[in-house]
């Protein structure tokens, strides 16, 4: 396996991670969040998940592709749930997730076929 393509997903979900943590936290803060307590807590999800996935990826585990797929999976479900809210900051995290999803895919994929 190319060490720049682990690098790459990491990198994707150490961001995502990231911006997962930082929406919750400042969404968690404001009032009126029972509209949105579904997406703050798909958020820390995906956040706990993507961090577990780059400390897998960190020492070369032997799940990383079923890892990197479910990662893939979480980050699509918080893109999507974000994405149906207008606010800039939540379409932000939808894009953020989606860029993740798709490193992930691409890491499973080349895992699969290395």
């Given at each position: 396996?190319?060490?720049?393509?682990?690098?790459?997903?990491?990198d994707?979900?150490?961001?995502?991670?990231a911006?997962?943590?930082?929406?919750?936290?400042?969404w968690?803060?404001?009032?009126?969040?029972?509209?949105?307590?579904?997406?703050?807590?798909?958020?820390?999800?995906?956040?706990?998940?993507?961090?577990?996935?780059?400390a897998?990826?960190?020492?070369?585990?032997?799940?990383?592709?079923?890892?990197?797929?479910?990662?893939?999976?979480?980050?699509?479900?918080?893109?999507?749930?974000?994405?149906?809210?207008?606010?800039?900051?939540?379409?932000?995290?939808?894009?953020?997730?989606?860029?993740?999803?798709?490193?992930?895919?691409?890491?499973?994929?080349?895992?699969?076929?290395?």
């Open positions: 396996m190319d060490c720049e393509q682990f690098q790459t997903c990491m994707a979900c150490d961001r995502c991670a911006q997962c943590e930082h929406w919750a936290d400042t968690r803060h404001e009032p009126h969040t029972e509209s949105i307590a579904d997406c703050i807590s798909l958020a820390q999800d995906c956040a706990e998940f993507c961090r577990m996935a780059v897998m990826m960190r020492r070369e585990s032997h799940f990383t592709a079923e890892i990197c797929r479910v990662g893939a999976e979480i980050c699509d479900v918080c893109a999507a749930q974000a994405a149906r809210h207008e606010h800039a900051a939540c379409q932000q995290l939808a894009s953020e997730c989606r860029a993740c999803a798709e490193e992930c895919r691409r890491l499973t994929m080349a895992v699969i076929c290395a």
